[in-house]
């Protein structure tokens, strides 16, 4: 049986910012979804997470070049209810 998360990202992360797709329970039977791009300075990095935690998202993917991912995974593990 395949799980299907209700709450879910996708993070597309650069050198300069994070592309990053949202997507939660909508009107009916229907999913919304949101893109957002955030700085990957500290600031972004942080308005990002408080996004993520404000829309009750429970688990994020992320791609990356080189070791980007790095900040946003470690920001990320430590912010409670959410698993990158």
Same mark, same amino acid.
């Given at each position: 049986?395949?799980?299907?998360?209700?709450?879910?990202?996708? /993070?597309? $992360?650069g050198?300069?910012?994070v592309?990053?797709?949202?997507?939660? #329970?909508?009107?009916?039977?229907?999913a919304? =979804?949101?893109?957002?791009?955030?700085?990957?300075?500290?600031?972004?990095? $942080?308005?990002?997470?408080? *996004? $993520?935690?404000?829309?009750?998202?429970?688990?994020?993917?992320? !791609? /990356?070049?080189?070791? =980007? *991912?790095? #900040?946003?995974? =470690?920001? $990320? !593990?430590? /912010? !409670?209810?959410?698993? #990158?």
């Amino acid at each position: 049986m395949d799980v299907i998360e209700e709450r879910c990202g996708g /993070a597309d $992360l650069g050198k300069t910012d994070v592309k990053v797709c949202i997507r939660v #329970p909508g009107t009916g039977k229907r999913a919304r =979804y949101e893109v957002r791009t955030f700085s990957t300075m500290n600031d972004g990095l $942080l308005e990002l997470r408080d *996004w $993520l935690v404000e829309n009750r998202i429970a688990r994020i993917g992320m !791609e /990356a070049t080189a070791s =980007y *991912w790095k #900040p946003l995974f =470690y920001l $990320l !593990e430590a /912010a !409670e209810g959410i698993e #990158p």
